[in-house]
């Protein structure tokens, strides 16, 4: 098993190794945004991929840190959780709250990745901020069934965390020329064992590992994000992994594929029920 965490949405992610304790103040999944200046519109990595090569670390006192190719650090000052917040737009378009973390990290921002002193800014989670997801995806509603208000993450697309099974991400390398890995599809947790088949994830309802309970909400559908190389920050001229990844998997609950069509699917999306510990090596119980 391997878990990782995405700091800022559709920057690159931390492999937080054996341990992972879910109450960690500093570290949590996509708590960050980078939004755009004058529109306030979520900036991805699909519009955006040279975010994907910006590292996030902490370093012995709990300071964030943010490193990029030829750039020097930038150290992270955590906004007034008093202070206002900014209102930006999600990619499907709905509204979600942010705090501001100034103008050193939005120069920085935007010096690297659109190589302008301006531009870009990035934003902060407060718990306060919590999003109603069945209000901002009313077309889920009546679909998956397991989805609730309190499903939603933070500044993830639906749900609070995402889970891969390693023989997905197997059965479709056989389909392709250069191999691929979860990395490409952003999971925070990658399971592996000889007794999962391929794509068998999607038919779970509730995981639990180590101390840590969740619930599927939603087969995760994949979009062009999967096409840029994480690692090399590069479009695939191909449309891979996600070409052949929407020929050979599709949704398959016939009211899914109503809904979402032909789209690849790969992992699934869960809700964090329990919190708790996980560490790597931990058996996997799945009803």
Not at 98 to 106: F, K, P, V
Not at 176 to 203: C, G, H, K, M, Q
Not at 252 to 271: N, S, W
């Amino acid at each position: 098993m391997k878990i990782v965490i995405y700091e800022v949405q559709s920057m690159y992610c931390t492999d937080l190794g054996p341990t992972f304790i879910e109450n960690n103040v500093e570290l949590k999944d996509r708590s960050f945004i980078v939004y755009g200046e004058k529109d306030h519109e979520f900036r991805a990595a699909k519009t955006c991929p040279k975010l994907l090569l910006i590292e996030v670390s902490v370093n012995s006192t709990g300071d964030l840190i943010f490193t990029a190719p030829e750039q020097n650090p930038l150290i992270i000052t955590l906004p007034n959780p008093k202070g206002k917040p900014v209102i930006i737009t999600m990619d499907n378009k709905a509204p979600a709250h942010t705090l501001d973390c100034g103008d050193e990290a939005a120069k920085w921002l935007s010096q690297y990745v659109l190589n302008k002193p301006s531009g870009l800014r990035l934003g902060y989670y407060r718990s306060q901020f919590r999003r109603d997801i069945k209000q901002q995806f009313p077309e889920y509603v009546g679909v998956y069934n397991n989805m609730r208000r309190e499903s939603a993450g933070i500044y993830t697309n639906l749900t609070s965390y995402h889970l891969i099974n390693q023989r997905s991400i197997d059965a479709l390398n056989q389909h392709l020329v250069e191999p691929t890995s979860a990395n490409n599809f952003r999971a925070n947790i990658i399971v592996e064992s000889d007794n999962l088949e391929a794509y068998s994830e999607e038919y779970w309802d509730w995981i639990k590992i180590g101390d840590v309970v969740m619930r599927l909400i939603r087969p995760c559908t994949r979009c062009a994000m999967t096409t840029v190389h994480p690692e090399r920050a590069a479009y695939s001229k191909q449309r891979e992994p996600l070409k052949s990844l929407e020929r050979v998997n599709n949704p398959k609950q016939p009211a899914y594929f109503k809904l979402e069509g032909k789209r690849g699917v790969m992992g699934i999306q869960v809700e964090l029920w329990k919190t708790g510990e996980i560490q790597v090596g931990d058996e996997v119980f799945i009803a």
